[in-house]
């Protein structure tokens, strides 16, 4: 038991929940975060999983973390850097690559290869898509827009937002409509017409998603990793130094200084409710038995996990208990880790160089991908996967000693139900790794000679070990009816959940999942506005 | 035409984009790639590689080595000891500023003094009567600075183990040393000094031997991200570091025609290193009265409010922008009454602090920290105004700089 009366416990310190932490403290409200692993972060870690070699475990990149975020905290102050990603390399069976990179006439080179067309129309594409990224930008930075609303503020913010849109004209209205309900490769082709460059941009519709490069909807996904920004500049994606860890241990060390108190090794096991009603949480009861209290109680954790674990089916209403059960999980990905004895050479661009300080995308054509998913759609892991890979110690030799390197690879698809049941991925996780690692080796052909250790994260493994239900990287996919005002539950898309006193700051809400802070912080920012604490 | 440096053979070879420009009459690289970000981080995160041969150097030796630079430099040099480096500017008789260098001494009667202008007039004018000589060692000398976290175990993979030493002579090296040494057998001086206020060393080197060092540094920074890095790159850290350039933030007293051009140590953030007690240096009275008067100009650090520069463009339905590289086209300043009250002479996006960055000088009045200024700043051919706040300098200090 405790006698300190806080004002809010913030479950969970992922980055969301460390955002929100610090926001309330900076508000002068006094903060208690309980996090159940050693460290802080959650899915966003950088571990030293073999010594000497840091892995960013989980997220890998960032780009879409709020820059208002950045400076409301002082970021950079406490730890805060990014490097650039240089530059993105496809190497294809055939011996030829695509080489993607700041450059744009080396990259228009490098796609006339294939079609000098598409080389002239990739500029222009990657313009246009800034543009839609731009001016969706206040959908992301604001909590979504409440269309029941009766309150006349909010009915004037969806008039801003209204007139906002109109003022685009109708050219942008007609193409939000396609990249709303198109798939990436069909709306990828409405603009190219090779598919060397077409499958390694259609991967990003679908990362983190249960979907194909065919399938529909995906092309908003797509959309999503084009709002990334950094420093103003828009789809700029970059490398945090010390891994995704770091950007957690800024945040927490931004929301320490603000006052918040953060307990590791502190396993929540529920909510404890006031008086033994099942209506309001009055704080919450650890793995130990302590009590500890607060005015609100703020889940980082997934809706699932929030509603199902935290608050517990039997305190929920049936019908509640089903929506959230109907709100799609689905992990669809891996990470596979390497500590690396040297460098590896890509078969096709031998020689160490600056294509090995950016992504190698391992998506050689529309079809494979596709089959990719086939695989997954009928409960095993891609026999020929989707791999982003990037070796972050080109760029950050903190992760590694000098001289070697760690590798990470995201992997898609491994789905979280194999056909022999989600608990069958133990027994599958090995085959798993080496299916990444044979693939690889195709491209790389002396990758195998330097591997020094292997972590192989199957979203069975992520579920465990980060709480990621059903291994989602996202909390909850990022499909068109899971967003916005949807996210989580409609109705309940502003924080603010049916259980009294009890909210929600992270991936699983809106604007939805990647290292963006924004949840955490538009949960803060709603949370005081409603004078909850 | 700019000459090539003795390190050219390489240089140019690596210089993919054919970016170069004049520096004292050398050909210096910009950039070796399209853009100079990789080398801005690679002075940031590992080691960026830059050819600094085209700075001036003068050996001054003999008995009264030490007495001369004492008496023509603002820091006292004859408290200098062997083995260390100082940063120190000098001045003319009426106390403006001539340049900015380092004098390192490397024995009890050898100094050498680098500059960013030539020097030996003012060296051989400044000493008649002092048993002294002075060489010109500009073209003799190569020099190559190795800057950013990894330099250290660069230089301590590439430098020959010496006899009897136990530990390494580069981890014995502190923050302003300089030490005698070897690479590839090739005899150097190294000082733990550099431009980028970052951890980081200058190599001095015979330019006959000029090559061999740097493909042993190349090579013993292959496992340690060493990059070549140009100018573009320097100029953003320089700024961060707040350090000020010569001909750009200020200029020298020997060079300009109005009087109000001319810059006071005091004027530049110099301040610290004047000792007035010591004896006389040539500026001291002059520099004496100003500190009594006061100064009319302070150099101080502006910040420039990002949520402005947004809000700006966004008036003209477009996302921010900044120039991609640093800049020297000097910007109008205003205090909040719209008075002119200086200038930004230096200005950049720093992408490690996320934040547009300024070198300016102002007048006495608006140099306090915290004071809100404005900073001229065009969007689409008009000219707008955004807040700018004073803000201490360097903008970037890392502990690894100065940690031994």
New interface residues.
């Given amino acids: 038991m405790t006698s300190t009366q806080y004002d809010a416990i913030v479950v969970g310190a992922g980055h969301n929940g460390l955002v929100c932490a610090a926001y309330l403290a900076k508000a002068g409200r006094k903060v208690l975060v309980l996090e159940r692993r050693h460290q802080v972060g959650g899915a966003t870690t950088t571990e030293e999983i073999y010594p000497g070699y840091k892995f960013t475990c989980c997220s890998y990149v960032v780009s879409l973390l709020r820059?208002?975020i950045?400076?409301d905290l002082d970021?950079?102050r406490h730890g805060y850097?990014?490097?650039?990603l240089?530059a993105t390399v496809t190497p294809f069976p055939d011996g030829r690559y695509l080489v993607r990179d700041?450059?744009p006439?080396?990259t228009r080179r490098s796609i006339a290869q294939f079609s000098p067309r598409d080389a002239e129309v990739y500029k222009r594409f990657g313009q246009e898509m800034?543009e839609l990224g731009?001016l969706i930008k206040p959908l992301i930075d604001e909590p979504a827009p409440d269309p029941l609303s009766r309150d006349p503020r909010e009915l004037l913010r969806i008039a801003r937002l209204g007139k906002h849109v109109r003022g685009q004209g109708d050219d942008w209205l007609f193409a939000n409509v396609k990249i709303m309900t198109m798939s990436a490769v069909d709306f990828l082709s409405e603009y190219f017409e090779c598919e060397q460059l077409i499958a390694p941009m259609a991967v990003s519709g679908i990362i983190g998603t249960f979907l194909g490069i065919r399938s529909p909807g995906t092309a908003y996904v797509l959309l999503h990793h084009y709002m990334g920004e950094i420093?103003?500049s828009?789809r700029a994606w970059g490398l945090p130094?010390g891994g995704t860890g770091a950007i957690a241990d800024a945040i927490a060390s931004s929301a320490r200084a603000l006052g918040v108190e953060i307990r590791t090794n502190a396993p929540v096991a529920h909510l404890l409710m006031q008086n033994g009603s099942s209506g309001a949480a009055a704080g919450v009861v650890l793995d130990n038995g302590d009590e500890i209290r607060a005015k609100v109680v703020i889940s980082g954790l997934d809706p699932h996990r929030t509603f199902l674990k935290l608050v517990g089916e039997k305190n929920l209403e049936p019908e509640l208990a089903q929506q959230v059960k109907r709100f799609k999980m689905r992990g669809s990905s891996g990470k596979v880790n390497l500590a690396l004895d040297a460098l590896p050479e890509l078969a096709c661009l031998p020689g160490?160089g600056?294509h090995l300080?950016g992504g190698i995308t391992i998506a050689p054509s529309i079809d494979y991908l596709e089959r990719a998913y086939d695989d997954a759609k009928y409960g095993a892991f891609s026999r020929k996967p989707f791999m982003d890979v990037l070796i972050p110690s080109?760029?950050?030799?903190?992760l590694a000693p000098?001289?070697k390197h760690v590798m990470s690879i995201f992997v898609q698809y491994a789905p979280y139900h194999l056909k022999e049941g989600a608990a069958d991925w133990p027994n599958q996780r090995e085959a798993f790794g080496d299916t990444v690692i044979d693939t690889l080796s195709e491209y790389m052909p002396n990758l195998k000679d330097l591997i020094l250790h292997r972590q192989v994260l199957t979203p069975w493994d992520l579920e465990q070990i980060y709480g990621l239900t059903e291994g989602n990287i996202f909390h909850g996919e990022l499909s068109l009816e899971q967003l916005a005002f949807q996210r989580p539950l409609a109705g309940w898309s502003r924080y603010q959940t049916p259980v009294k006193n009890l909210w929600m700051c992270a991936s699983g809400t809106h604007p939805g999942g990647g290292i963006m802070g924004a949840p955490g912080a538009l949960c803060a920012r709603t949370l005081l506005g409603k004078r909850a604490v | 035409m700019p000459i090539p440096s003795p390190f050219h053979e390489r240089t140019q070879p690596l210089c993919s984009s054919y970016r170069w420009k004049d520096w004292s009459g050398y050909c210096a690289v910009c950039s070796y790639?399209?853009?100079h970000?990789?080398e801005y981080?690679a002075f940031?995160?590992?080691a960026g590689l830059l050819d600094v041969t085209p700075l001036y150097k003068y050996e001054v030796s003999g008995p009264d080595a030490g007495a001369l630079l004492a008496r023509m430099m603002v820091r006292d040099m004859s408290k200098l000891k062997v083995g260390r480096v100082a940063y120190t500017c000098w001045c003319d008789d009426d106390g403006k500023v001539i340049d900015d260098g380092t004098v390192s001494r490397l024995g009890e009667s050898h100094f050498r003094v680098t500059a960013a202008d030539p020097t030996l007039h003012w060296l051989q004018a400044l000493s008649r009567g002092f048993d002294v000589t002075i060489e010109d060692s500009s073209m003799r000398l190569a020099a190559l600075a190795l800057q950013g976290?990894?330099s250290r175990?660069i230089l301590r993979d590439a430098v020959d183990p010496m006899v009897g030493a136990g530990s390494s002579p580069i981890d014995a090296l502190k923050f302003f040393g300089v030490t005698r040494s070897a690479i590839s057998g090739i005899p150097v001086w190294i000082s733990r000094t550099g431009y980028t206020g970052d951890l980081g060393y200058e190599v001095w080197v015979e330019r006959e031997q000029a090559l061999g060092v740097w493909d042993a540094l190349m090579a013993a920074g292959?496992?340690?991200?060493i990059e070549p890095a140009g100018l573009d790159a320097l100029d953003v850290v320089r700024i961060e570091a707040g350090f000020i350039l010569l001909g750009v933030d200020y200029y020298s007293s020997h060079k300009v025609v109005l009087e109000s051009r001319k810059s006071t140590p005091l004027e530049l953030g110099f301040g610290w290193m004047v000792d007035l007690e010591r004896g006389n240096f040539i500026g001291r009275d002059a520099i004496a009265a100003e500190m009594k008067r006061g100064s009319i100009w302070q150099l101080v650090g502006l910040e420039v409010s990002?949520?402005e520069l947004?809000a700006l463009y966004a008036g003209f339905n477009l996302?921010?922008?900044?120039p991609a590289t640093a800049r020297r086209d000097a910007l109008p300043i205003y205090d909040e009454d719209g008075r002119q009250v200086g200038q930004a002479t230096s200005h950049t996006?720093s992408?490690?602090?996320?934040?547009y960055l300024a070198i300016a000088s102002v007048r006495r009045g608006s140099e306090a920290k915290g004071t809100k200024l404005q900073i001229e700043h065009t969007v689409e051919y008009e000219r707008r105004k955004i807040t700018a706040t004073v803000a201490p300098i360097p903008f970037y200090d890392p502990e690894r700089k100065r940690k031994p």
Avoid at chain 2, 319 to 322: A, E, T
Avoid at chain 2, 351 to 355: G, T
Wanted: aromatic share 10%; net charge negative; glycine share 4%.
């Fill in positions: 820059p208002w950045i400076r970021l950079p850097e990014i490097l650039p240089e700041s450059d006439e080396r800034a731009r420093d103003g828009f130094k160490y600056p300080q080109m760029t950050d030799p903190t000098p001289g | 790639d399209t853009s970000e990789r981080f940031r995160e590992t976290p990894t175990a292959s496992s340690h991200g990002w949520e947004e996302p921010p922008s900044l996006w992408p490690l602090l996320k934040k």
